[in-house]
């Protein structure tokens, strides 16, 4: 929130014009008003990138990558369940068989399958809601939360995310660790990540657990510890790929 200040005399029927702009005031002894108005951040967030007048097939075919994608979670960023994964595959299979059905030109096969379709794009809707919110929380890793979801990024024009990164933890002593998430050619794939720190300047480095997600955390670190982090991956599709560049961090 930004404060603004005005000093000086202000009337009461422009205090609660002010008010009906959306500018909260406290009218103060009529002398010194504080203003507080809102700084609205761009917050990059995600589409579907299809909608009902898609094609049937190529509907079919986004909308069982999104529920594959959920479902895998090869990023790690869906620990937190969709809670309409259930009715997401439920509905894809209805949809399925729908477009099946239609091909046999049958009363009614038309209709019926415009509605599973239509029930279907209101619980992807419900998807997307879910990931926007989870890329809100985490505008850090937000492109990966969206595309890991096989979903488009909107409002990141310019947007690059550092390959590495490390942030301070949710309590005392801990350190958030994070990668890029492994792709081939665009796709998402099953990958090990390394982890290590140092506490003497890089002359040594004690390694934490591999994970197959693409951030980690460091527990019960001494607050105020100069530490240099690093990062490796390794997969099938791309082999094992060198230590990062080290980044120095002090641990709150």
């Known amino acids: 929130m930004k404060k603004i200040i005005y000093k000086g005399t202000i009337t009461r029927s422009e205090n609660k014009a002010l008010n009906r702009n959306g500018v909260l005031s406290d009218y103060a002894d009529n002398r010194i008003i504080i203003l507080l108005a809102s700084i609205i951040l761009k917050t990059i967030k995600g589409k579907l990138g299809f909608n009902l007048q898609t094609r049937d097939a190529d509907f079919l ?4 990558a ?3 994608a959920l479902m895998k979670d090869i990023g790690g960023y869906f620990s937190t369940p969709f809670v ?3 009715l997401l595959q439920a509905q894809l299979k209805d949809y399925a068989q729908a477009i099946t059905n239609a091909k046999n030109k049958g009363l009614g096969v038309g209709g019926a399958k415009m509605a599973a379709k239509t029930l279907l794009y209101g619980t992807l809707q419900n998807a997307l809601g879910y990931i926007n919110d989870l890329a809100r929380l985490d505008q850090t890793n937000c492109v990966e939360i969206i595309e890991g979801a096989q979903m488009v990024v909107i409002g990141g024009k310019g947007h690059k995310k550092q390959d590495f990164s490390v942030t301070q933890g949710a309590a005392s002593g801990e350190a958030a660790l994070s990668s890029i998430a492994v792709k081939v050619d665009g796709k998402y794939v099953k990958a090990t990540y390394y982890w290590q720190y140092s506490l003497d300047g890089g002359v040594t480095w004690i390694d934490l657990p591999d994970t197959q997600k693409s951030k980690t955390t460091l527990i019960a670190m001494k607050p105020g510890m100069p530490a240099k982090f690093r990062k490796r991956t390794n ?3 791309t082999g094992l790929s ?7 961090f002090t641990v709150q």
């Not at 075919?61 to 069982?64: C, F, L």
């Open 61 to 64: 075919t986004k909308a069982t």
């Open 66 to 68: 999104i529920n594959s």
């Open 84 to 86: 309409g994964m259930l």
């Open 235 to 237: 997969s099938t599709k």
């Open 242 to 248: 060198k230590w990062c560049t080290a980044i120095d």
